[in-house]
């Protein structure tokens, strides 16, 4: 795969952002800032509202207070899969690469790269959970976005299938982009910066 040597400048910020849940303030007065080339991991507890915040960045969810300002195209990953459960892997991945303005030989190569080139005649609903974890990274890839929200990544992948998606997020930053990456599991990259959600709540 032949990825281009620079993505467009991009930058996302969050200025004094809260979120609620019911009537649960998860986290307040939450502000980041990142440009070209930088990551972000965000930590914390199960529910303490990683997943929520993702979505907030990704202009999904509203924050109760504050806002995101975004220059770049986003591209997120979380555990809503926007695959069709009843196409064929490779009939789901050419969807949405016709969308995306993909071609066939990207496509096969983002494929590739993720190790699905075998699955592509099997019904996305029977995939499992890693598989189609990076059924939605390969088509991300073809997105060509310059601002990634990765919300748990390496869920359900093995070692090697971690390491794939460490060095895609690497080389990614690496070409300009930026990487904001909830994740229980390592996920060290250069010039990361942690968010801990565990310093904002009330």
């Not at 991009?10 to 979120?19: E, G, M, P, T």
């Not at 914390?44 to 979505?55: A, C, F, T």
Request: contains cysteine; neutral net charge.
């Amino acid at each position: 795969m032949q990825a281009p040597a620079i993505l467009p400048a991009a930058r996302i910020s969050a200025s004094d952002l809260a979120c609620r849940r019911g009537d649960r303030l998860l986290f307040s007065g939450l502000s980041l800032a990142l440009g070209p080339g930088e990551a972000c991991r965000v930590a914390g507890p199960n529910g303490i509202g990683k997943s929520s915040l993702i979505r907030i960045l990704a202009g999904l969810g509203r924050a109760y207070a504050g806002r995101v300002e975004c220059e770049g195209a986003v591209g997120l990953i979380d555990e809503r899969l926007a695959l069709d459960p009843a196409l064929a892997l490779g009939e789901a991945l050419a969807f949405w690469a016709r969308i995306d303005g993909v071609d066939a030989a990207a496509l096969g190569a983002h494929r590739l790269a993720l190790g699905l080139e075998a699955l592509s005649d099997v019904p996305v609903r029977y995939l499992s959970t890693g598989q189609k974890k990076r059924a939605g990274l390969a088509r991300l890839l073809g997105q060509n976005a310059a601002i990634w929200l990765l919300d748990e990544p390496l869920k359900g992948l093995d070692t090697a299938a971690c390491d794939k998606v460490r060095a895609l997020a690497a080389d990614h930053c690496a070409r300009g982009g930026i990487c904001v990456i909830a994740s229980h599991q390592a996920f060290d990259l250069p010039q990361m910066r942690v968010l801990d959600l565990a310093g904002f709540t009330a």
